[in-house]
């Protein structure tokens, strides 16, 4: 049974910056590809960012490059995303996802492409 859990949201002022955690459980006999999403009130479920199972491919949302770093520990099974320079746009909740793969290279950036998801923490950034 695979199991996802998110840690790490809370609330912060603009500008400010957080760090969320994400710790599988049941992948560590496979490969995978994870990734952040978030999904704002109204608004579809976007991806912030997605790590291949070697971690040399990574994918960044266009509203997220060069302020969100993701990362991940194999020998842990944790994926992390660092986000810096938050902004009130990036209020959400976000989510945790993992999906298996035969590459050790790919990512993928639709929420369709994900079978695995956490339960989601709240990101809230004010003004």
């Known amino acids: 049974q695979v199991q996802l859990v998110e840690s790490g949201g809370g609330a912060v002022q603009a500008g400010g910056s957080l760090r969320l955690s994400c710790a599988a459980s049941?992948?560590?006999?496979?490969?995978?590809?994870m990734g952040w999403f978030r999904q704002a009130p109204g608004k579809e479920r976007e991806c912030v960012a997605a790590?291949?199972?070697?971690?040399?491919?990574?994918y960044y949302g266009d509203s997220v490059k060069g302020r969100f770093t993701i990362s991940r520990d194999n020998t842990r099974s944790t994926v992390n995303l660092e986000m810096n320079s938050l902004k009130p746009e990036d209020t959400a909740v976000y989510y945790c996802?993992?999906?298996?793969?035969?590459?050790?290279?790919?990512?993928?950036?639709?929420?369709?492409?994900?079978?695995?998801w956490g339960q989601g923490t709240q990101v809230t950034v004010s003004s």
């Open positions: 996802a993992a999906v298996r793969t035969v590459s050790t290279s790919s990512t993928y950036s639709g929420a369709k492409d994900y079978n695995y």
């Open positions: 790590i291949s199972w070697s971690g040399y491919n990574i």
């Open positions: 049941g992948l560590t006999s496979s490969r995978n590809t």
